[in-house]
């Protein structure tokens, strides 16, 4: 054999033998990975982007895989993460003993299955805490002092503690029940004469789609402004709305994922850690508001939540 040749073939067996190891690494790696599985929300560009941002939060000791048709029993302690309601209905109803974290699910929402007393299933809460869209509206007009929230005689109740809770940060606040359909514009027109602003609610019966309009054209006939409740209102007239950036969800899945992994069971159900603001300028600059930069909004909440002992939204 030439001289070039055996130098040739040498070169080729170091590289192989200094490869050989890494790839073996690697896939000794893949191997071991714990299986997390998902359950698709239905909007495979919302599932790719969702579950990459967990997985960038997981690190390569886990692995996202498509939850299987039939999840063999030696696998149904492998977290389960969920995209929307009908995601987390669809596995619990064909899984009930998984173990299962909600993810784009609203906190009304959870409840009923009393998270509390499972320790298999949780959930990072979707809708944002009244609170906190409250406190926005107060960042935005600072002068305000009476915020009037728009409720169904079925929900008539839900708003106890946040009415409590408002007087710590120098808001009153009061329910003015919507009775029937026919009494919605004359009970928005009472709300509006206490208000300083209305708080939006996830009150399906009162923020329904037909009667958005009817209530953010009275509002703005008035000079008054809508709160929230999300970033799907701001878009339909609504002047702000905080909202969790799906990089926050993601996030707090992940810790989730790995809480459960040290040890084999959830955190209570709860919301996102970081929140930012969306505005809408037309409508500010319509009634003459001006507006601070969303950073600024979403920081004065924040700070305001922080510097009470009172401000637990959890």
Not at 6 to 24: D, Q
Not at 212 to 233: C, D, E, M, V, W
Not at 261 to 267: D, G, K, L, S, V
Request: charged fraction near 20%; charge should be positive.
């Amino acid at each position: 054999m030439k001289p070039g040749k055996i130098g040739f073939l040498s070169v080729v067996m170091v590289a192989v033998f200094l490869i050989w190891p890494m790839t073996t690494l690697a896939q000794s790696k893949s191997e071991t990975a714990q299986t997390v599985y998902f359950v698709s929300s239905g909007n495979l560009t919302l599932d790719k982007y969702f579950t990459d941002l967990v997985s960038e939060n997981l690190g390569p000791e886990f692995k996202l895989k498509p939850l299987p048709k039939r999840l063999p029993p030696a696998k149904r302690n492998h977290p389960i993460i969920t995209m929307g309601p009908k995601a987390f209905e669809r596995t619990y109803r064909n899984t009930p003993d998984a173990v299962v974290v909600g993810t784009f699910v609203d906190r009304e929402f959870m409840d009923k299955y009393a998270t509390e007393q499972n320790p298999h299933i949780s959930a990072i809460y979707y809708d944002v805490p009244l609170l906190r869209q409250a406190l926005t509206g107060k960042v935005i007009l600072p002068q305000a002092d009476k915020v009037a929230i728009l409720a169904s005689y079925v929900n008539r109740d839900s708003y106890d503690e946040l009415i409590e809770q408002l007087p710590a940060y120098g808001l009153e606040g009061k329910v003015f029940v919507v009775t029937d359909k026919d009494q919605l514009i004359p009970t928005v027109i009472r709300a509006l004469s206490y208000g300083d602003f209305i708080l939006g609610t996830s009150d399906h019966d009162i923020y329904h789609p037909r009667n958005i309009k009817h209530i953010l054209l009275t509002a703005y006939r008035r000079n008054k402004i809508l709160i929230g409740p999300s970033q799907a209102f701001v878009k339909a007239g609504a002047i702000a709305s905080s909202y969790a950036p799906f990089s926050s969800i993601a996030e707090k899945t992940a810790q989730y994922i790995l809480y459960y992994r040290e040890n084999a069971n959830f955190p209570a159900a709860a919301y996102p850690d970081s929140y930012k603001v969306d505005l809408n300028e037309q409508v500010a600059r319509s009634l003459n508001i001006p507006l601070p930069e969303r950073p600024h909004v979403s920081e004065a909440v924040n700070e305001l939540l922080k510097n009470n002992s009172r401000g637990s939204i959890q």
